[in-house]
């Protein structure tokens, strides 16, 4: 199985004088694959990263590289490069030098280091400045400088720690794409960690949610999305709205729910151990929310909103409305389907059980 | 090497061993030094002949004069004192002064005047003593010689030793209110003429309390090295002798307690001062 | 207008002070150094322009070798005190946590708060015949007679690095302390070993702090005075005391102001050649 893989990892635990910052935390991560590590800030992602790098030792658990244990590899020996969150670019070096760096200390010659630093810049889209000192540089033009300082070594497993951060939010989404395009072209495994859902959405084959030192779910995106298995990650992945209640009944995969103001609704149980009487969350996306006046379909269920407000932003506009004492959100079609709506305007919310799912309660 | 990075236990071992070896080298002369200022033997030296305050409170009577009872070391002291307090002001304001200069205004040759501030620091002190010695001296005999006026100011002495110090220590002083000066926020200073306050009210009531830490630092760094001074004052100094240089003529007699009485003196005055200095600009 | 006046005022109001410090009590009395160096004194009222001062220095071995003596023991010096301060550096700005740290640092400010001569004298105590380490020796059997180790170039070496530590610790420790650990991370990250990474990321940053200390050891040791002479033996003459002999005993200021334009030509033409070979100005260095 670990021949597949070019990192595993099994039951690793980090503790600090107080918590346990990685908390048994066992991951597999295939050949050329994107994989990220998604959570809060403080869920302990940074350190199961330089874990990976060998800045860190486990308390607990093995850290495998294509099959090899890692555990006791420093991390000049380690197949592992890393682009550090501030890129780490060295200011007394050129551009050049920089990249050249790795390759000196794997004794490359001379002339075989230039061909590839020239190379390396050519695929990431710098030809002509190894001679600039990375101070020079632009913020993106430095990504690619501490991307391809990397790659130009052919690591097993390239980590990447938040590097898109310091980005303004225009080249951030550009360097997204062109991280994915990148990480394609080369072929070489990312292991990627961030806060921002977006960059793991967009870029990721795989992404991990971690809280609190451990994985709540490993999913490629598109299911962590509509499939999330915990509130956690219902809550933290995309927007939801989160609607609190008592469990009615259960016919089949459906729960029947009353709300606190004791409107009833539906939604698809998605944990397990649910008894009638439990209090439940039930989280439905804002697009998954269908504004009455539309045609209902007979199998959705709904409740009755007053709208507060619009707030329109181009193909993400939505309504904020109040139903059941909370405040509820839904898409706002911008293809003319929308009725238009007032301030205090009474609607009915309604949606498919089905895309609707029902956690039990957290404290 | 850094502590993300594994180290071997051999490592650690030395380094630690390195480090302890390093503190000892410092604090052993010192240590010394103070703990023979209390030894009942009138020379410096082992074997230990019990504690006595006799190199300081002595009166003379027994064939011991201690230091609180040595009129020669004690206006010593007090020149040394009157130096350091001159140096100390002059020094600062000039490094007010300077700092605003250069961290504040813009004209032309800046940068030329600014590596001609720094240069004291790259003259060795008995050169500055020695060109002083030569320009002012000099000028008082050539006064003294072609038409009989006696300049006396500029002959070796107090003068001389306060113009020898303040050209180097000038350049220190400068460089601690500048480097805090840097720091400040401008928009605070803008605030102030923003809110009704005249550039030099903004000027007294918003920058210069910043600064205060700075000035403080800077006086009790001035001080204490004008205190120490040997290199720069040996050469300029006239009949009223500074400490350093008493005790240096001393020393050359023969080193007795009394020597070891004030350099224990001396590191506890240091000591305290830049505690204080330490304590204030903490606070800032 | 009013304001440029305003202005102009202020400038000059805040130049003038400068411009008399720096021209009173540092540019003219060098030049006038340098005029003095280059007068011959015929009799004890006439003077007139010559080379004497310098051709006395060329032509007297005693004086050369002197300087030459001068200028390599404090280069040799300021290599020692920056390789014994470095690992201290390192350690309080890299390794030390918390409370170490800042106690650390003060330990090393601490020998400072006592004069060059204290700790001159410091080392006399420590180091002469009848002195303690020739009694410990002695107690622990290692000597059977009393031992001098004072009066040799050992020995003034040893005080001048003490003097000179502090000033290289203070500038290292605040370069160090300003590097992003992750560079050093990224050094072996890529494969670098513990000397490839000292040599080629660390030390390259230290560059600044590492030139600033070694200018102002250098400046210190070569115009240190009391601890060769205190420390040093017979032989072991420092140029700075032929400068004092020649104003101070002998009268001589001519030869006197020639000696000290020598070493203030030597004193500059090191500095100058260390910053070129670092690559670094004295703005960054100093400033």
């Not at chain 1, 149980?269 to 009638?276: D, K, S, T, V, W």
Request: with cysteine; hydrophobic share 50%.
């Amino acid at each position: 199985m670990t021949s597949h893989s070019d990192l595993s990892c099994t039951g690793l635990v980090r503790r600090f004088s107080g918590h346990t910052a990685v908390d048994h935390v066992s991951l597999d991560v295939p050949a050329g694959t994107f994989f990220s590590i998604l959570g809060p800030s403080g869920c302990g992602k940074t350190t199961l990263l330089r874990l990976l790098a060998g800045f860190d030792k486990p308390d607990e658990g093995d850290i495998h590289i294509r099959g090899q244990r890692m555990n006791d590899v420093p991390p000049n020996h380690r197949p592992v490069n890393m682009v550090f969150q501030h890129l780490a670019l060295f200011p007394t070096m050129s551009v050049g030098e920089n990249i050249g760096y790795g390759l000196k200390r794997q004794k490359v010659p001379a002339a075989e280091r230039q061909k590839r630093i020239v190379q390396v810049l050519e695929q990431v889209g710098l030809p002509d400045l190894a001679g600039r000192n990375p101070q020079q540089l632009s913020g993106g033009q430095r990504q690619r400088v501490a991307l391809a300082r990397c790659l130009v070594l052919k690591p097993t497993l390239l980590l990447l720690d938040e590097p898109l951060g310091a980005l303004d939010l225009k080249l951030r989404e550009q360097m997204k794409v062109e991280l994915k395009h990148l990480q394609k072209a080369f072929g070489t495994t990312f292991v990627y960690i961030t806060h921002d859902q977006s960059e793991a959405m967009v870029m990721s084959d795989q992404v991990a949610v971690m809280r609190n030192g451990r994985f709540d779910q490993v999913a490629p995106p598109e299911v962590l999305y509509r499939q999330p298995e915990t509130p956690f990650v219902a809550g933290f992945v995309g927007d939801n709205n989160r609607l609190r209640g008592d469990l009615v009944s259960v016919e089949g995969e459906l729960a029947d729910i009353r709300l606190d103001d004791g409107s009833r609704v539906r939604g698809r149980i998605a944990c397990e151990g649910l008894e009638p009487g439990s209090r439940v969350d039930l989280f439905v996306r804002p697009e998954s929310l269908v504004l009455a006046g539309e045609a209902i379909n007979p199998g959705y269920t709904g409740m009755d909103a007053r709208i507060r407000t619009t707030l329109f932003d181009g193909a993400n506009s939505r309504v904020e409305a109040e139903a059941a004492g909370q405040t509820v959100y839904a898409r706002l079609p911008q293809d003319g389907s929308a009725p238009r709506l007032g301030e205090n305007a009474a609607v009915r919310l309604a949606w498919d059980p089905i895309l609707a799912r029902v956690f039990e309660a957290a404290t | 090497m850094i502590r993300s990075v594994p180290r071997s236990r051999w490592f650690d071992a030395i380094y630690l061993l390195y480090l302890v070896a390093f503190f000892v080298y410092l604090a052993l002369p010192l240590i010394v030094t103070g703990v023979f200022a209390f030894n009942d033997a009138p020379f410096p030296s082992l074997p230990w002949k019990g504690f006595t305050l006799d190199w300081y409170l002595a009166d003379g009577t027994g064939g011991r004069t201690g230091l609180f009872h040595d009129d020669g070391l004690l206006s010593a002291l007090w020149v040394s004192v009157q130096i350091a307090f001159w140096v100390t002001l002059v020094s600062v304001s000039l490094g007010c002064v300077n700092a605003v200069l250069f961290e504040r205004l813009n004209f032309r040759g800046k940068e030329l005047l600014y590596l001609l501030m720094l240069l004291p620091l790259v003259i060795p002190g008995v050169i500055l003593g020695v060109s002083i010695l030569v320009f002012y001296s000099g000028m008082a005999n050539d006064a003294s010689r072609l038409w009989g006026i006696e300049l006396d100011l500029f002959r070796p002495g107090m003068t001389l030793v306060v113009m020898g110090q303040v050209a180097f220590i000038a350049t220190l002083s400068t460089l601690v209110i500048a480097a805090r000066l840097r720091k400040f926020d401008r928009q605070l200073e803008e605030a102030a003429l923003n809110l009704g306050a005249t550039p030099l009210m903004a000027w007294f009531t918003v920058t210069l309390p910043w600064l205060m830490p700075s000035i403080f630092g800077a006086g009790a760094m001035a001080f204490l090295m004008s205190f120490e001074n040997f290199n720069t004052t040996v050469m300029l100094t006239g009949s009223d002798t500074p400490l350093t240089v008493a005790l240096f003529n001393r020393l050359r007699e023969g080193s007795t307690p009394v020597l070891n009485a004030v350099a224990l003196f001396l590191m506890v005055g240091s000591a305290l001062l830049a505690m204080v200095a330490m304590r204030r600009s903490d606070r800032g | 207008m009013m304001k440029d006046s305003a202005s102009r005022l202020s400038l000059w109001l805040l130049l003038t002070p400068f411009l008399l410090w720096i021209l009173l009590l540092v540019l003219v009395p060098h030049l006038q150094m340098l005029r003095v160096s280059f007068q011959v004194r015929e009799s004890w009222d006439t003077l007139v322009w010559g080379f004497d001062q310098y051709q006395n220095f060329f032509t007297e071995s005693y004086y050369w070798r002197t300087f030459v003596r001068t200028g390599v023991m404090s280069l040799f010096t300021t290599f020692l005190t920056l390789i014994i301060a470095f690992p201290i550096a390192w350690y309080i700005a890299r390794l030390a946590r918390g409370r170490a740290r800042g106690l650390l640092f003060l330990a090393c400010l601490i020998p400072f708060w006592a004069s060059e001569l204290v700790r001159t004298y410091g080392w006399m105590i420590l180091l002469r015949e009848s002195g303690l380490i020739s009694s410990w020796l002695q107690l622990l059997g290692l000597a059977d007679a009393p031992v001098e180790m004072l009066y040799n170039d050992v020995a003034v070496i040893i005080g001048l690095v003490y003097n000179g530590l502090l000033f290289m610790v203070v500038p290292l420790v605040t370069t160090l302390d300003g590097m992003d650990e992750n560079l050093v991370e990224a050094g072996y990250d890529l494969g670098g070993g513990h000397l490839t990474v000292m040599r080629e990321v660390v030390v390259p940053w230290a560059m600044p702090g590492i030139v600033s200390g070694c200018i102002v050891v250098f400046m210190l040791t070569l115009g240190s005075y009391l601890t060769p002479i205190l420390m040093g033996g017979k032989d072991s003459a420092w140029f700075t005391q032929q400068i004092f002999t020649q104003f101070i005993t002998r009268f001589n200021w001519e030869q006197g102001a020639a000696l000290g334009v020598l070493l203030l030509f030597l004193s500059s033409v090191i500095v100058w050649i260390g910053l070129r070979l670092s690559g670094q100005s004295l703005r960054k260095v100093m400033g």
